[in-house]
């Protein structure tokens, strides 16, 4: 009697490249594989011979001078601000804020300005291999809409400052937008919300006893800037006989939803108590070194058991979007740091960049590696150039001598973004003529 053949399983897309890395386990490279994804989730990663055998799809795209990694995600932007890049450079950060940034803002400020800033910066990051960002800026409904309608994944920040702003005008404004905001997208697949006080120095202690409620209550995360600059700590200390952390430890806010961004100033005893309470940081080294903000000891942190995130912060303060130079900037800068030419090795920087800035933002069950299960969220860089080769350490050859022009493809939930470097579904002339009417406006 003949044994029964299993018919192939059908699925939208199968990916097959010359090597994935698919984050877990830490640093494992699997050669001559493939992706099958079905329903916007990753069903199989197996080698090719076996996805052949085993999937019919309807869809099948081969990379096989390629990497496919996970979407990198931006574990903190500014990304309306796309439109400022380049407005104020060289100057040290309060300087930058307050007496530049803060004052353009006052005159550009608006719905209009926030849509064509995430639009613009969705098309920067989905060509340098992001799939998702963690938002932190007004209007966050205009945001969520305009992430939405470009299928792109975010987690948006519902900003919380002590000061009228475009946004609201009291503190009353701001929690009652907030609440609306934050029920109308509860349930959204692509589109989640954080509450975003925007630092301590910004935010008093009623405020932060409230956006500690309200993150409890509507589980999510808070993202905040903290310990950022020397100056910030000294004020706090001034103000509050305090540093920052203790500040709003007494108010509850260290605990496992922080995302704390920054991060440059921190105690030894400060470090163990973000690892004992689950806190995330989120090392944004190139908008700290070009504010001469300080350094993040990443590898204090990581090595303390502490998640390690990584954002670029806003592109008028970095100049860019771009993750995987600033992938490369964290695992560089962590070295000097510490001393240390083993510490945030290659394999940690990637990781880092992916699952822990997913965890970071508390979409580490759905994001942030290749496993099965986990929505399909990939970025194929190409590694046939000149510059790629040659090759020996797929992953050290992604952090130390890629460029975000290698990323060749890009998909967010199983649907394409960009394929062979052409954006599927933006129109690149339009959003050059739109940036350059910002900046004739902005200029004037």
């Not at 993040?296 to 993750?323: E, Q």
């Amino acid at each position: 009697m003949k044994a029964m053949t299993q018919s192939p399983q059908t699925c939208d897309l199968i990916i097959e490249a010359g090597q994935i890395v698919p984050v877990v386990p830490l640093g494992e490279v699997l050669h001559q594989h493939a992706l099958v994804v079905d329903g916007g989730v990753i069903v199989a990663l197996l080698p090719q011979a076996e996805a052949a055998a085993r999937f019919v799809a309807k869809e099948i795209i081969r990379r096989p001078d390629s990497v496919l990694i996970p979407g990198l995600v931006n574990a903190h932007t500014h990304n309306p601000m796309s439109l400022l890049r380049g407005i104020a450079d060289d100057l040290p950060l309060m300087v930058w804020l307050q007496e530049h940034i803060w004052p353009a803002e006052g005159r550009v400020i608006s719905p209009e300005f926030v849509r064509d800033g995430c639009t613009f910066a969705i098309a920067e990051m989905l060509r340098g291999g992001t799939t998702c960002c963690n938002e932190n800026y007004f209007f966050p409904d205009v945001q969520a809409e305009t992430y939405k309608n470009h299928g792109f994944r975010a987690r948006i920040g519902l900003p919380v400052i002590d000061f009228p702003t475009a946004w609201a005008k009291n503190d009353e404004e701001y929690f009652a937008r907030a609440a609306e905001v934050e029920a109308a997208w509860r349930a959204d697949a692509l589109i989640s919300m954080a509450l975003a006080p925007h630092a301590p120095y910004t935010v008093n202690d009623a405020n932060f006893r409230r956006v500690h409620e309200l993150a409890g209550q509507w589980d999510i995360p808070v993202h905040l800037h903290l310990h950022e600059t020397a100056q910030e700590v000294q004020d706090s200390l001034a103000q509050y006989g305090l540093r920052p952390i203790e500040r709003l430890d007494k108010l509850g806010l260290i605990n496992e939803r922080l995302i704390a961004v920054h991060m440059t100033q921190l105690t030894e005893a400060e470090i163990h108590l973000c690892a004992e309470r689950g806190v995330s940081v989120v090392h944004c080294p190139e908008s700290n070194l070009k504010l001469a903000s300080g350094f993040c000891p990443a590898c204090a942190l990581l090595r303390a058991g502490v998640n390690l995130a990584i954002g670029t912060d806003g592109a008028a303060s970095n100049n860019d979007l771009d993750m995987i130079g600033e992938t490369r900037t964290a695992a560089l800068l962590a070295k000097a740091v510490a001393e240390d030419a083993a510490a945030l090795s290659a394999a940690e920087a990637l990781h880092a960049a992916t699952l822990g800035s997913a965890r970071a933002m508390g979409l580490g069950d759905t994001i942030g590696s290749l496993e099965v299960g986990k929505q399909a969220d990939i970025a194929c860089i190409a590694l046939d150039t000149l510059e790629a080769m040659p090759l020996y350490n797929v992953i050290s050859q992604i952090v130390y001598a890629s460029g975000r022009h290698q990323v060749s493809d890009v998909w967010i939930a199983g649907q394409p973004k960009l394929i062979e470097r052409k954006l599927v579904t933006m129109d690149e002339a339009e959003l050059a003529a739109n940036a350059r009417q910002w900046q004739a406006k902005i200029k004037n």
